[in-house]
């Protein structure tokens, strides 16, 4: 094998971790200087604004290899601050770590050995540059403190699979990376996954460490279905019944809705308020945004089983109502009257409290899948859209949209909503997470709204990821990792100022079939990982990306995944353990349509 005669290091492309990144990097550069090894007497420099990666960077790869990397002050901060500029600058240093000449981030003093943190406001604000430099340190310098952490994660990579464990596998292992300029920013602002915990509770431990898996892929949103007809999430503390009654139903159907079996298991659960907050700000540490989503005027049993005068009680008696127990579209939905707008107006009133403006200034309301039959039968219903002169339910259900709209918009906050929303006209500042197909985020982005594209036929994981038979409870199109990779948020043929409005993409995770941990990460993975190249990486000037490429780099990656406990779909197929034999799913044959 060759290597590196000056780092030692092996030189075969198809194993240098520089090669093997995943997002892949816009540039990467720099060869011929010395590399970096991390070793008991590397130190973190960490320039203000950059405090909350060093203490990442402590905690993970200091547990990972069983060293202190012990602080070293930043410029400004000690007696060797002055002049204490390195790497490109010239110019006197003064305080925040900046030269007078306006250069990146200062350090005190030349050090080898040396992890170095720092910010130049040049860069993107998420992008970063990675250096190995003069004395065997790494320099990582971001746009802002987010980028320094996306750079952070980069050389997590750099450093190996077993960067990714809790505790060293080898005390005595050097980890090393050789030398390298990494340049890099994200095509997309919003690079998200949505997590359905309505379906199926997944417990706050769990919750969190996806929060660690999103950013371990500079992920950086995480949208949060927190109600549904099967389960209400949240502690709503002026509603207590929400979760004492809507957080828990008696039993569940097992496998797809035509599925002859039942769980009989009690199912349920709900994050009280200091959950969300420890939630919302473990993601914050991570530079990771959180869209909570309470769903309305459709997909609300759980909220009806509660507080029944929620429902058309004119057209069904509602006290009859449970949690659902199974899948489906639901046709209890909300009654059009103002105690349910009060009621929704208190309940959001705490979500954002839980839920700072800082970190989540986008508050998800669903909109989906509202079944209007209720309302037609319903009088009080059909008086309200005579009242406000509206054409029809349609009509009415935008009503109630541009309600929360306005009442989100005086509280500093931003509605969005699925594409169902623009059904009987938009509000002037809603945006659209786009599912059905990329229709309703073409529509909306030409008309002016942001736009989320997700559609079903290309990022919703819950699909199955082959067609064979052993594919556990069989769910929609097969979307390969292929598939997944080849995805484009950007239609074809849309105008240049509507493309301005695509703010990014996600992926999405419905867990109807879900029933643990180890269920979703089979869904998820390894697809997550071509889904974040996606949105964090340039679409090449081809239009055409590169899964060779791709697949080659995924072989390191699923070490970095088994190092991280993923119970990942392996390439070859489900493993026997990962299999459901026997429950019924729901595929789809043929080629999604591209609608």
């Known amino acids: ?81 002055v002049n204490g500029g390195e790497h490109g600058n010239s110019g006197r ?34 992008g970063y540059r990675l250096s190995t430099v003069t004395g065997g340190s790494v320099e990582i310098t971001g746009g802002s403190p987010a980028g320094v952490f996306w750079g952070a994660q980069t050389l997590r990579q750099l450093l190996g ?21 990494i340049e890099d ?51 709503i503390k002026h509603y207590p019944r929400l979760t004492e009654i809507g957080s828990w139903r008696s039993r569940t159907k097992h496998g797809h809705r035509a599925s002859e079996l039942w769980d009989e298991t009690p199912h349920g659960g709900y994050y009280t308020q200091d959950d969300i907050r420890e939630i919302v700000a473990y993601a914050a540490e991570r530079h990771i945004r959180v869209v909570p989503e309470i769903d309305i005027p ?57 839920f700072p403006a800082a970190t989540s200034p986008f508050i998800h309301i669903g909109g989906d899948e509202c079944r209007k039959d209720q309302w037609k039968e319903s009088p009080l219903a059909q008086a309200r859209i005579d009242e406000l002169g509206l054409a029809d339910e349609d009509e ?16 500093g906050r931003r509605l969005i909503g ?82 301005r409005h695509i703010l990014g993409t996600q992926a999405n995770v419905w867990t109807e079939v879900m029933q643990n941990r180890a269920r979703v990460d089979y869904q998820v993975f390894p697809r997550l990982a071509a889904f974040a190249e996606v949105a964090w990486s340039p679409l090449p000037a081809s239009a055409e990306r590169d899964f060779a490429d791709f697949e080659r780099r995924m072989t390191p990656h699923y070490a970095r995944l088994d190092a991280l406990g993923v119970d990942y779909r392996p390439p070859g197929g489900p493993l026997p353990r990962q299999q459901r034999p026997g429950v019924l799913g729901r595929p789809i044959d043929g080629t999604p349509p591209n609608v």
């Open 185 to 235: 920013s994200p095509r997309f602002a919003w690079r998200g996954m949505m997590l359905d915990v309505a379906r199926h509770f997944m417990a706050k431990d769990d919750v969190l460490r996806y929060l660690d898996l999103l950013a371990a892929h500079k992920l950086n949103v995480f949208h949060f279905h927190l109600t549904d007809d099967q389960g209400w999430r949240i502690e």
């Open 396 to 411: 009415l259900q935008s009503w109630i949209i541009r309600h929360f709209d306005t009442w989100l918009t005086a509280r």
């Open 298 to 354: 459709g997909h609300s049993q759980a909220a009806i089983a509660a507080y029944p005068e929620l429902g058309n009680t004119d057209v069904i008696d509602t006290t009859t109502l449970s949690v659902w127990d199974t899948w489906g579209i639901n046709a209890n939905v909300l009654a059009p009257t103002d105690n349910t707008l009060r009621f929704f107006e208190g309940v959001l009133e705490e979500v954002l409290d839980l």
């Open 161 to 181: 699979p077993e960067a990714f464990r809790r505790a060293p596998v080898d005390p005595g292992a050097r980890p090393a990376i050789p030398s390298a300029d």
């Open 1 to 81: 094998m060759d290597t590196d005669p000056t780092t030692g290091l092996s030189a075969t492309p198809a194993t240098d971790p520089v090669s093997a990144l995943i997002p892949a990097p816009v540039r990467v550069g720099g060869e011929g200087r010395p590399g970096f090894r991390l070793g008991p007497s590397t130190t973190i420099t960490a320039a203000p604004g950059t405090e909350n990666t060093e203490r990442w960077l402590r905690a993970t790869l200091g547990a990972a290899f069983g060293l202190p990397l012990a602080p070293r002050p930043a410029a400004g901060t000690g007696e060797n601050a």
């Open 418 to 499: 699925w594409d169902e929303i623009l059904e009987g006209g938009l509000p002037t500042g809603a945006a659209v997470s786009s599912w059905r197909g990329y229709g309703g985020g073409i529509a909306a982005a030409e008309a002016g709204h942001d736009v989320v594209m997700c559609p079903e036929q290309h990022v919703y994981l819950d699909h199955r990821q082959d067609g064979g038979p052993d594919e556990p409870m069989p769910i929609g199109f097969v979307r390969t990792l292929e598939d997944v990779y080849r995805f484009e948020p950007v239609p074809a043929g849309l105008s240049g100022e509507a493309a």
């Open 93 to 126: 240093t003064v305080n925040g770590g900046q030269t007078e000449s306006g250069g990146q981030a200062a350090y005190a003093v030349p050090a080898e050995n040396t992890i170095r943190l720092g910010i130049d406001p040049a860069l993107e604000p998420e």
